[in-house]
């Protein structure tokens, strides 16, 4: 038996849209997708995608490194801006970094918690951060401001999953999200092709996205200790 050796296989929005729209019976496989049938797929796997960001865990998960400026009580997070990277869903963790390299874990707090803190400017150390996410773009609050030293925060970010913009766009996701596009996208056009909602589609499509939102988490070991105290 001969294997090919390689792993490189993808799929685009024009793909996904035909295959899609073939489910529904709306295509012929040899036929070429109209416009405005391109277009309208085209926005539902946008919404897609914008949905199930909010779900999305390992493959979103980005560090981005931060200098900070001791009295600066916040900054703002988006292209182009203070921090600049795409606008993130989450601040997960934090740590901050000294001169020497060395690591120390910041807690990610609410914003009451952020906002109770009675003098905001104070320059030391960032013992917490909390992360606003706004609409448009963010803003990072940090406290203390920050000392000699002690200037470098390390942020793990949950990003935004990107858009498809073109038809030759691949997905912003793993490879074994491909199909549960293309199923999830295939039910809710359905009543435009096929004048109700499919529910064969639908149940396929929830029986895919199950095992992928098991599959995106950490495996990590739980550990349980006896209570010595009592």
Same mark, same amino acid.
Not at 138 to 151: E, F, K, M, R
């Given at each position: 038996?001969?294997?090919?050796?390689?792993?490189?296989?993808?799929?685009?929005?024009?793909?996904?849209?035909?295959?899609?729209?073939?489910?529904?019976?709306?295509?012929?496989?040899?036929?070429?997708v109209?416009?405005?049938?391109?277009?309208?797929?085209?926005?539902?796997?946008?919404?897609?995608?914008?949905?199930?960001?909010?779900?999305?865990?390992?493959?979103?998960?980005?560090?981005?490194?931060?200098?900070?400026?001791?009295?600066?009580?916040?900054?703002?997070?988006?292209?182009g801006?203070?921090?600049?990277?795409?606008?993130?869903?989450?601040?997960?963790?934090?740590?901050?970094?000294?001169?020497?390299?060395?690591?120390?874990?910041?807690?990610?707090?609410?914003?009451?918690?952020?906002?109770?803190?009675?003098?905001?400017?104070?320059?030391?150390?960032?013992?917490?951060?909390?992360?606003?996410?706004?609409?448009?773009n963010?803003? %990072?609050?940090?406290?203390?401001? $920050?000392?000699? !030293?002690? /200037?470098t925060?390390?942020? *793990?970010? @949950?990003?935004? +999953? &990107?858009?498809?913009?073109?038809?030759?766009?691949n997905?912003?996701?793993?490879?074994?999200w491909?199909?549960?596009?293309?199923?999830?996208?295939?039910?809710?056009?359905?009543?435009?092709?096929?004048?109700?909602?499919?529910?064969? %589609?639908?149940?396929?499509?929830? $029986?895919?996205? !199950?095992? /992928?939102?098991?599959?995106? *988490?950490? @495996?990590?070991? +739980? &550990?349980?200790?006896?209570?010595?105290?009592?």
């Open positions: 038996m001969s294997t090919s050796g390689s792993y490189d296989f993808d799929v685009t929005a024009a793909q996904i849209i035909k295959d899609a729209l073939f489910l529904n019976s709306a295509v012929d496989p040899w036929n070429t109209s416009t405005e049938d391109s277009d309208i797929c085209m926005r539902f796997l946008n919404m897609i995608v914008k949905n199930i960001q909010k779900d999305a865990d390992l493959w979103v998960t980005t560090d981005v490194t931060h200098t900070i400026t001791a009295g600066t009580q916040s900054y703002t997070v988006g292209t801006l203070d921090i600049d990277t795409a606008r993130p869903l989450k601040l997960k963790h934090c740590r901050r970094r000294d001169s020497g390299g060395t690591e120390i874990p910041v807690d990610v707090v609410s914003r009451q918690d952020y906002m109770e803190q009675p003098t905001k400017s104070t320059q030391s150390p960032v013992l917490m951060t909390y992360y606003d996410p706004q609409i448009a963010g803003v %990072l609050y940090v406290w203390p401001t $920050g000392s000699s !030293g002690n /200037l925060l390390i942020l *793990t970010f @949950q990003r935004p +999953i &990107q858009d498809f913009d073109e038809a030759g766009n997905p912003d996701l793993p490879d074994e491909n199909i549960w596009l293309v199923y999830v996208l295939a039910t809710l056009i359905s009543p435009i092709y096929s004048g109700s909602i499919r529910r064969d %589609l639908l149940a396929i499509s929830e $029986g895919l996205l !199950g095992p /992928l939102k098991n599959f995106d *988490t950490e @495996q990590v070991a +739980i &550990q349980f200790q006896p209570n010595l105290g009592r």
